[in-house]
């Protein structure tokens, strides 16, 4: 949280402007702090000031039992927090060498998918209301209200879920769940084209995304971005194909490239992946096997001395948790790589040059979540 | 790989990845040869680790432990490096200019655990270094050793320190 200037605006010597933007700004998803170099109205340079939402989670991890620690996850990344459950969970399982039943697994592939697709609809939303469309947002939020019925069904909560834990997930699928969410893929799947004809196909939007904030492949690659914001700049890079978890290695998906690196390309990317997600979703019904949802975990977990790292894809990117034990029942160290984290620390190089209005469109195509930014 | 780190490298192995993904590159280097060693890391062609994944660093003591875990996505693989620093004089050379991702995550690592940076853009400046804590913030709390001061008032946390 370097760089605290009480004034909003300053004005420089040699006619610059400096423009301090949040932390409390609508358009900025959560509370972060640009400290923008003006020219005019062009960016000169920009340093993002984090920490606002700093709890020393980390810190917390390290003075908890193993089974504790799932629920602060729900607290990272708030828009899709079963998936960072599932990556805590899958650290915890690989110190312990834990095995996960079959039927767990795919629970938990439906749960984090559908969480994906809560998570997408929300940047749909977002976004377009950061590019000056506000009507995007009625309709993705009520696509959206579904998905977190069907979640609150199965887990009693519509945000922080807490449902994937280590061993497995601690129940089965309600009544009426698969029909729930396959009714709402089909309802989800004929939206799709709609929200083509109200956003995507719209000239203004176009402007606003076209060509705008543009992150070449060698940038995305050098600066470790994942997901959406890798898949954008021509990087088929998705931790689900390259390095699969849980049953991702059964499911037959395909992983949406686009080459252009702009704002665009990674809202195109999104709204692909969201059909993909819907078809994850079709199999994991069609193949769940019968059996049990979870490995019995003793009530004090001790996994040897050593350490061990999940990575896992969540909708914003490569999620990885680094865990550590010393043999005892808290863990050593727990560290959570967070790809908003990442993708933000690329914001100074991406907003050289670009006008003032283009900041937020470029900041909201990057989809960060401050929750696991700050930690 | 011992051509860049010389005696500098105090282990190296290819591990199993942790389910059934390809097996991942192992190596404890010494502070010293760890520029030399992520050059060859990122450049020779049989190794190409360009993407920077993670960096942790935990305190185990009387030493800190930085775990730095790399990804190449021409081969599909990963490699881990360990370094090991005296708790007392902990310093490393920053990687920074070699995977621009590994910026912040230097400087949140110096900040939760007071580990010097040599060579970051912003190393000897401790108040730009600071990434998530304020920026006159005193000590490092990710270190065993951290005493939080309460000024009393949980709602308003650490006032004064000492």
Partial sequence: MAGSEAAQVRLEPDGGMTVNLGPQPPSTHGVLRLMVQLDGEYVRSCEPVIGYLHRGLERMFEARPYRQLVPFTDRLDYLASLNCNLAMSQAIERLGSVAVPERAQYIRVILCELNRLASHLVFFGTFAQDVGATTAFLYAFRERERILDLLEAMTGARLTY??????????DLPEGFAEGVLSFVRDLLKELPLYDRLLTNNPIFRMRTEGVGVISRDVAVAFGASGPVARGSGLSYDIRKTEPYEVYDRLDFDVPVYDEGDCMARYRVRMDEMCQSARILEQCFRDLPEGDIATKMPKVFRPPAGDAYSRTESPRGELS????????????RVHVRAPSFVHLSMLPCLLRGVKLADVIAILGSLDTVLGEVDR | MRAAGGDGIEALAWQAGPRQQAESLRMRVSARVLRDVCRTLRDHPDLRFDYPGDLCGTDLGSEIHLWYRLWSHEHGRSAIIDVILPSS?????????IWPGYDWHERECFDMLGVRFEGHPRDGDPARMRILLPEDWEGHPFRKDYQPVFSGDPLHGPQETN
């Fill in chain 2, 89 to 97: 004089d902990a310093v490393v050379p920053t990687v920074s200019d």
């Fill in chain 1, 321 to 332: 948790v680094y865990m550590r034990s010393d043999g005892s029942p808290n863990p050593q």
């Fill in chain 1, 162 to 171: 807490n449902w994937i834990r280590p061993g497995g997930v601690p129940a």
